[in-house]
Structures are given as C-alpha cells and as structure tokens.
C-alpha cells in the first residue's frame, strides 16, 4: 500500500484545512486507517484512527471536538477535517495504514506510512 498525503498549507489561528491521504496499490477497505503529527523536536504523537468500516473512530484529547476523521473506501481515500486550528497544531501530518481489525493508537502498530505534509497554524 503506498500512500500520499496533501492538503496541509498555512492557515490563520481559528481557520479550517482539510487534509487527504490517497492509497494506491491495494485496496485499503479493510485497514484501520490514522493521522498522526510531528513537530519539531518532538516525537510523532497520534492524532485521530478509524476502522474499517467508519463505526470506529478515536481521536487525541488535544483535537476531539475540532478535528473529524473519515473514509471514502470506494475511493481509496481517508480524510481530516481540522477546524479551529490553534498554532500548537502545527506539524508534519502522516497519514497511515494498518492491516489489523481494531482501531489502534499506538504508532508501531501501523504496517504502511506515507510521506507527511505540513500544517502550519499562524497566531
């Protein structure tokens, strides 16, 4: 599974960006699928999973009410709608791939990784 996220940029402190991360090569219907962010100089934090079927979904305290996670599994795409962005959200976003049946947290978990793309939230 390969896999591209895009959709970061510079937004204002309040403001709105939503990321999305394409798979290619196989078919991701069946995989746990996360977001997970690093800042500089601090290890890569977990932000939001969703299973296979979008009933599942776990967020990280620091975003649960602002940011939403979601699937396109006929389009191969998993998304992240980030509102109220605050400048402590800024980060590299990775989006992620796991092959097992339960939404998971945890990091080393994650079989497939995609390239990040960066969220940059001005105050």
Not at 37 to 56: C, H, L, M, N, Y
Not at 68 to 94: F, G, H
Request: glycine share 12%; aromatic share 12%.
């Amino acid at each position: 599974v390969q896999l591209q996220a895009y959709g970061g940029g510079l937004v204002q402190a309040g403001g709105s960006l939503r990321l999305s991360c394409a798979a290619s090569g196989r078919t991701i219907s069946t995989y746990v699928m996360g977001w997970f962010r690093q800042s500089p100089g601090k290890e890569r934090a977990f932000v939001a999973t969703i299973d296979w079927s979008g009933g599942t979904t776990i967020y990280a305290d620091s975003v649960k009410g602002r940011f939403t996670i979601s699937r396109d599994n006929a389009k191969n795409m998993v998304y992240l709608q980030m509102n109220s962005l605050k400048p402590e959200d800024t980060a590299v976003y990775y989006c992620a791939a796991d092959a097992g049946s339960r939404a998971t947290v945890s990091a080393h978990r994650y079989d497939y990784w995609g390239q990040g793309t960066l969220v940059t939230v001005s105050s």
